[in-house]
Each structure stands twice: as structure tokens, then as C-alpha cells.
T-cell receptor
Framework: ETGVTQTPRHLVMGMTNKKSLKCEQH?????MYWYKQSAKKPLELMFV???????ENNSVPSRFSPECPNSSHLFLHLHTLQPEDSALYLC?????????????FGPGTRLLVL | AQSVAQPEDQVNVAEGNPLTVKCTYS??????LFWYVQYPNRGLQFLLK??????LVKGSYGFEAEFNKSQTSFHLKKPSALVSDSALYFC??????????????FGTGTKLQVIP
């Protein structure tokens, strides 16, 4: 295991539901990331947090709302999603935001929007 | 803008044979380059990275990659493939710039199938 955990591992939700994805890292890292992984497409960076402060929002629709209460926890709040939002959502962390830092990924949450 | 290309969606290789997974990149300056592997139902796992120095980088599980600046390539290699190497492999690049945050750009992934 990489030291990054994600819950739930699988989630099915309707378009009117509200749900949250949780990520926790046990590595003492200061930067955390949300990525979206869809089949046949590159990994899409969604949000970046550094020391709990959001440093990047990669033009993500407002139906995705991140929250980072501390450097160890990261949430992704979901509401009124669309079927095309179905994907694997990956959380990652790194020691710092510096260029050579390796990112450590969680196992992901497989989301299906009906 | 930085980009990375993995020209092969899938690579098939017989067990025991050498394997190569190709990656080319484009950056405005000098790159940091990474390889990650993803097994089914798992997140990405770090394999190796090139920062500076020796062009041949050795990583986990017997993998290595060669940085070729003139060809802007960073191909992943292994001398003898194992069935357990079957997975999805991602190449990634980050442009070296001073100051600020520079995001990592990932390729679309190459599925490696090692045939017993």
C-alpha cells in the first residue's frame, strides 16, 4: 500500500444525490491532489492543495467541490452530477509541490452516475 | 505547453522476452519525467523518475528507462518480462520552471500484456 487511502472504493449515485469522497494520507505530506481517470483519456488534474490552501482549480465544474481541512485529509463533495462524470477518482499526495516530487496515489473511488 | 505521448495503446510481449513501452514528451525547458504503473482496481504506483544526471534510470521491479534529450523520449524497459508485469503504464512529465506550481501531465497509458 502507498499510505494513501480512499473511501468509498465504489459509489453509485443518481443525478440528484449528494455524496462525498474521502482521502487520507499517512505520509506526512503537505500537498494533495484530486484526479479524474476516464477510459482512453489522460489523467485529468482537478484540484491541488498545498498546506490546506487550494493552489489549482483546473476549470472543474462547480458540481465538484473540494475541501481540505488539514494536510492529511481531502474531500470531494459531489452534487447534481451528470452521467459523463462517471470515472475513477484518484487522490494523490506529495511531500511538497516542487517539480521533482513523486506523487503517491490512493486506490481510487469508482463512481457511477445514473 | 507541456505534453506527453504514449503511441501504443497496448504492447504484447512473451514472458522472458525484453519489453519496451514508449514515451515521448514536449516541454519548453528541461523536463522531470516519471513512470507509473497501475494494476487492476488500484491507484497509480511510482516506478521511477528522471531528474538530472545519468540518462539511464533504474526503478522498482527491475524496470529502467532511458532519457534521450535529442529524441525527447523516455522509454520504459525491462530485460525479461514477467506475467505479473501485466498492467497499465503511464508516462508523465513536468516542465522545470522556477517559482510557482507546475502540474504533472500524464499520458493516456499503455496496457502491457505479458503472455505466458
Amino acid at each position: 500500500e502507498t499510505g494513501v487511502t480512499q473511501t468509498p472504493r465504489h459509489l453509485v449515485m443518481g443525478m440528484t444525490n449528494k455524496k462525498s469522497l474521502k482521502c487520507e494520507q499517512h505520509l506526512g505530506h503537505n500537498a494533495m491532489y484530486w484526479y479524474k481517470q476516464s477510459a482512453k483519456k489522460p489523467l485529468e488534474l482537478m484540484f491541488v492543495y498545498n498546506f490546506k490552501e487550494q493552489t489549482e482549480n483546473n476549470s472543474v465544474p462547480s458540481r465538484f467541490s473540494p475541501e481540505c481541512p488539514n494536510s492529511s485529509h481531502l474531500f470531494l463533495h459531489l452534487h447534481t452530477l451528470q452521467p459523463e462524470d462517471s470515472a475513477l477518482y484518484l487522490c494523490a499526495s506529495s511531500q511538497r509541490l516542487a517539480g521533482q516530487e513523486t506523487q503517491y496515489f490512493g486506490p481510487g473511488t469508482r463512481l457511477l452516475v445514473l | 505547453a507541456q505534453s506527453v505521448a504514449q503511441p501504443e495503446d497496448q504492447v504484447n510481449v512473451a514472458e522472458g522476452n525484453p519489453l519496451t513501452v514508449k514515451c515521448t514528451y514536449s516541454v519548453s525547458g528541461n523536463p522531470y519525467l516519471f513512470w507509473y504503473v497501475q494494476y487492476p482496481n488500484r491507484g497509480l504506483q511510482f516506478l521511477l523518475k528522471y531528474i538530472t544526471g545519468d540518462n539511464l534510470v533504474k526503478g522498482s521491479y527491475g524496470f529502467e528507462a532511458e532519457f534521450n534529450k535529442s529524441q525527447t523520449s523516455f522509454h520504459l524497459k525491462k530485460p525479461s518480462a514477467l506475467v505479473s508485469d501485466s498492467a497499465l503504464y503511464f508516462c508523465a512529465v513536468r516542465d522545470i520552471k522556477s517559482g510557482g506550481y507546475q502540474k504533472v501531465t500524464f499520458g493516456t497509458g499503455t496496457k502491457l500484456q505479458v503472455i505466458p
